[in-house]
Structure formats: C-alpha cells, structure tokens
C-alpha cells in the first residue's frame, strides 16, 4: 500500500502570502489530520477531517484553515503568511476517525514551508 | 491544561545498552497512548496503548501503560545505532492529539 503523500516538500514564501498544502492518506484511510512541527513548540494539533468534515481543531488562529474531499485528500491552507508560520507541516492519515475508537494514524514525509 | 511530558529530553548510551524512556500524562478523556519513532523524516508509528499492564512488544521495543499512574515507558533492549532517533509519545482525547517533546536518543557504536 501506498504511504501517505504530502506536495509540495519544500515551499518559500514572502509574509502576508498564502499557501495551500495537499495530502493524499493512505487508501481506504479516511481521517486527514495536520500538524506543526517547530524546534520551539515540537509537534502540535492543528485539526482533524473525516469523511469532509472538520471534527477536531487545535489552538491556532482562523489564518489556518483546511478541507478535505471526497476522496479523503486533503489541503491546508495558511493565509497572511507570518514568519513565525516557518514549520514542517505534517499530515497523517488513520483509518477511524478521531472519536469513538482507538486511533492510531500515519504520518506524511511532510511539507518544510520556509518564510521570509 | 492537558500536557504530555517526556523525560530524559535526551540519552545517550553505547549499544547493547538497554533503555527507558518515559512519558507522563495529564489529559483530560483519555482514550489511547501513541508512541513514534522520529528520525530525519515524519515520525512512524511504533505502538498504540489504551488497557493499563498489557505490554505490548516489537522486536527489541516494548511498552507498557498506567492509567492511575498516568504514564507509559518505552523499553529498547540490545540498543543498536539505527535506534537513534527522538522517540515521541502522543495523547489522544477524542479531541485533542497531544504531543510530548520528545526524547533524543543517541546511540554510539
């Protein structure tokens, strides 16, 4: 079986640009989760997509938003890039969604969004 | 305020040592406890724990976890320099997938 895909692997970007980042889970998985990975704040929760719909959010401002498609692919988008945005941005994908089942998921080799 | 807390944040052994690594929780709704393996890619899953005393195993890695201690340990015997990596444990909540800082592992030839 295919692993999870992320595109692009690496982006730069200028402040105050948008970015949207794609990922395609693991077949048959249909829970899309995202996360920030930083040296400062380590591996954090962005939020959650199941069968299109966003379940589960993380503490981050409205800039971070996503979707998810019928095909369970799903993008991220980052608007009013700020510097502090500069992270590898992780994607995994499970078979069960995040309630109601033990989960275990399957990370993306990630996408390294650099911003200057 | 739920938190996940790894302990030593860093290790280095020789190998053939045997190691621990520790993760201790507060989280409220626990539902599973997840520990990676991350070396200079996307972490890769290693086990999943949600019965307290049932120890799961792979290999030379084993785990194990306390629902009333709030903690779980990862065991690596027979250490080889492939194993050095940062080893995070993860809390899930039905909500919320909270991540420790890890532990870097150093194993030396």
């Known amino acids: 079986k295919a692993g999870v895909t992320q595109t692009p692997r690496y982006l730069i970007k200028t402040r105050g640009q948008q970015v949207t980042l794609s990922c395609s889970p693991i077949s048959g998985h249909r829970s899309v989760s995202w996360y920030q990975q930083t040296p400062g704040q380590g591996l954090q929760f962005l939020f959650e997509?199941?069968?299109?719909?966003?379940?589960n959010k993380g503490n981050f401002p409205g800039r971070f938003s996503g979707r998810q498609f019928s095909n369970s692919r799903s993008e991220m988008n980052v608007s009013t890039l700020e510097l502090g945005d500069s992270a590898l941005y992780l994607c995994?994908?499970?078979?069960?969604?995040?309630?109601?089942?033990?989960?275990?998921?399957?990370f993306g080799p990630g996408t390294r969004l650099t911003v200057t | 305020e739920d938190k996940v807390v790894q302990s030593p944040l860093s290790l280095v052994v020789h190998e053939g040592d045997t190691v621990t690594l520790n993760c201790s929780y507060e989280v409220t709704n626990f539902r599973s406890l997840l520990w990676y393996k991350q070396e200079k890619k996307a972490p890769t899953f290693l086990f999943m724990l949600?019965?307290?005393?049932i120890e799961k195993k792979s290999g030379r890695l084993s785990s194990i976890l306390d629902k009333k201690e709030l903690f779980s340990i990862l065991n690596i015997t027979a250490t080889q320099t492939g194993d050095s990596a940062i080893y995070l444990c993860?809390?899930?909540?039905?909500?919320?997938?909270?991540f420790g800082a890890g532990t870097r592992l150093t194993v030396k030839p």
């Open positions: 949600t019965s307290s005393g």
């Open positions: 995994a994908s499970s078979p069960s969604p995040f309630a109601g089942a033990p989960y275990e998921q399957y």
């Open positions: 993860a809390v899930y909540n039905n909500n919320d997938m909270r």
């Open positions: 997509y199941f069968s299109e719909t966003q379940r």
